[in-house]
């Protein structure tokens, strides 16, 4: 195999707690993933020449080590001794630096395409494991689905899928910076924990109302703080028939879940009328875990 095509799912976080810091700066968290079908297409392929090169539609992303692709492909060439080239072709269409995981995403499909492309014998634990190394959403983009992450995002139990619903993902024209919003937190009281074991028993009984009134995140009260964009966003959503609205991750996407799409489209116009968000998409959930015997030719 000289060649593999791979879609990078985009993540979005049904709850997410932090129970603590680590002394080496890590958080401690509690959190329910949800793969959605927005995504990045990757190609990777062999070349001649030995190293790494990357090119992207996103001029201003690196494509050097500053890359997450780059630094995953650099793991596994060191650790096995790889001397043919590697070429990374990524096509960006997730949102940057948006609390969807795009850059980890990314990295978790380098390394599950370079083990099929090299053989290297990887099972999804191995990948995982050395994924958690480069960012700690890794291991839950490697799986995907509806995953409960716990610890810094390496300890991961597989779920039921979460109930199907239209999934309306709204990105504000602004950036956050995760380091940011997490060192900001430090320093703040956490008022309100999200109810993760009731979501867990909403999606355990596949009960969709139940699991959207859930729906929280202790980062939202940083970010939100400083752009009320986050929140003017969720009203809209809300008051058009969204069943929940929240911040996905540290943010500025904000997700609204809907039981209806005819509701979600007028949402969607709206936003975009009212030029609250620069990136929307309606979408669904991505309810298939990655396991390492699939044949993902095309995936
Ligand atoms: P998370 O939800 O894990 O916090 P995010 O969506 O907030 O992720 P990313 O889109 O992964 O953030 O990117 C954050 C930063 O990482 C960007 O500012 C970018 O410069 C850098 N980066 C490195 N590699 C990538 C990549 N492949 N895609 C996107 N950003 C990348």
Same mark, same amino acid.
């Given at each position: ?135 700690? /959403? ?9 995953? *409960?992450? #716990? +610890? ?6 597989? !779920? @039921? ?98 039981? /209806? ?9 709206? *936003?975009? #009328? +009212? ?6 998409? !309606? @979408? ?16």
């Amino acid at each position: 195999m000289d060649k593999i095509s791979l879609k990078a799912m985009g993540k979005i976080n049904l709850a997410l707690d932090v129970l603590g810091r680590r002394e080496n700066g890590y958080h401690d968290v509690r959190m329910i993933m949800q793969s959605v079908q927005i995504y990045d297409r990757l190609t990777i392929s062999k070349s001649r020449e030995a190293g790494i090169t990357v090119t992207t539609n996103r001029s201003y992303l690196p494509t050097d080590q500053g890359n997450l692709v780059y630094q995953a492909a650099k793991l596994l060439i060191d650790e096995f001794k790889i001397t043919e080239g590697i070429h990374i072709e990524l096509k960006k269409f997730l949102p940057v630096a948006a609390g969807m995981a795009g850059g980890s995403s990314d990295a978790a499909a380098v390394l599950y395409g370079m083990n099929r492309m090299f053989r290297l014998g990887l099972s999804g634990n191995d990948l995982m494991k050395r994924g958690v190394k480069i960012g700690a /959403d890794i291991p839950f983009c490697i799986m995907r689905g509806t995953v *409960l992450s #716990e +610890g810094i995002g390496e300890i991961l139990t597989p !779920l @039921t899928p979460a109930p199907s619903c239209h999934v309306l993902i709204a990105k504000p024209g602004i950036n956050v910076s995760t380091r940011y919003v997490y060192e900001k937190l430090d320093s703040c009281p956490i008022n309100d924990h999200p109810d993760i074991d009731g979501m867990l028993a909403a999606i355990d009984a596949s009960d969709f109302y139940a699991m959207a009134g859930k729906l929280g995140n202790v980062l939202e009260q940083i970010t939100k703080a400083e752009y009320p964009v986050i929140g003017e966003i969720e009203s809209v959503m809300l008051s058009h028939g969204a069943a929940g609205a929240a911040m996905s991750g540290s943010g500025p996407t904000v997700f609204g879940l809907f039981d /209806d799409e005819e509701k979600a489209l007028a949402a969607y116009d709206l *936003l975009k #009328e +009212g030029h609250l968000a620069k990136q929307i998409y !309606l @979408t669904k959930f991505f309810n298939t875990h990655r396991r390492q015997e699939e044949n993902h030719a095309g995936l």
